[in-house]
């Protein structure tokens, strides 16, 4: 299918386990990024990625890990799940426009619980 | 860092009557603006955007949108909303760096 999937959709885990969530897109977009929304932070930036190989932390990067081996793909890795870490990650794509930044578009999230 | 701020945490509106979201951004440097929306359940989807031109920026559903650089605003109205615009918004800025930052949300419900 075209476009931007993540996998999975739902997942509990337990404190102390490490938890991979995928992000695949098939525009080859240039830019991928992960993003954790919260009740009352909006969505804030984990990680994200200017090309395969090229990944720099965002606001809240601490607890993560990522990897950009391909361009279509932008695994995200906690490492040791935290119960803080329970929220919806969102992942998105992009390409940079002529003079700065065009839009986003992001998958349908995955709902994490750390219990 | 840019810094995004919508006003209103929380817009009950009745059914065909106006509405505007409000959004203020930090820098009064060029900036991309955007609004999103997010539907219960799924992820953020493009209202409107504005890059460059015209100040007033349609978008899909009725949307439309007003650049004001003086008052570094870009506030979201529809002359009569739907039951279905109920929905949560997000405003965001994208300046000549590598993020995006948005907003806290604005929730939206309309009531019948």
């Known amino acids: 299918d075209a476009g931007i999937t993540q996998s999975p959709r739902y997942k509990i885990t337990e404190t102390g386990r490490q938890v991979t969530l995928m992000c695949h897109q098939t525009w080859s977009h240039s830019y991928m990024f992960w993003y954790r929304q919260d009740l009352g932070h909006g969505l804030r930036l984990i990680y994200y990625s200017a090309a395969a190989d090229i990944t720099d932390k965002g606001e809240v990067p601490d607890g993560y890990v990522v990897s950009r081996s391909k361009t279509e793909n932008f695994p995200l890795t906690l490492e040791s799940a935290t119960r803080s870490q329970t929220s919806v990650y969102f992942c998105?794509?992009?390409?940079?426009?002529?003079?700065?930044?065009?839009?986003?578009?992001f998958g349908p999230g995955t709902r994490l619980t750390v219990l | 860092a840019q810094s995004v701020t919508q006003l209103d945490s929380q817009v009950p509106v009745f059914e065909e009557a106006p509405v505007e979201l409000r959004c203020n951004y930090s820098?009064?440097?060029?900036?991309?603006l955007f609004w999103y929306v997010q539907y219960p359940n799924q992820g953020l989807q493009l209202l409107l955007k504005y890059l460059s031109g015209s100040t007033l920026v349609k978008g899909i559903n009725g949307f439309e949108a007003e650049f004001n650089k003086s008052q570094t605003s870009f506030h979201l109205r529809k002359p009569s909303v739907h039951i279905s615009d109920t929905a949560e918004y997000f405003c965001a800025v994208s300046d000549y760096g590598n993020q995006f930052y948005f907003g806290t949300g604005t929730s939206l419900t309309v009531i019948p």
């Open positions: 998105a794509s992009s390409e940079e426009g002529a003079g700065g930044w065009n839009e986003q578009f």
């Open positions: 820098s009064s440097v060029s900036v991309y």
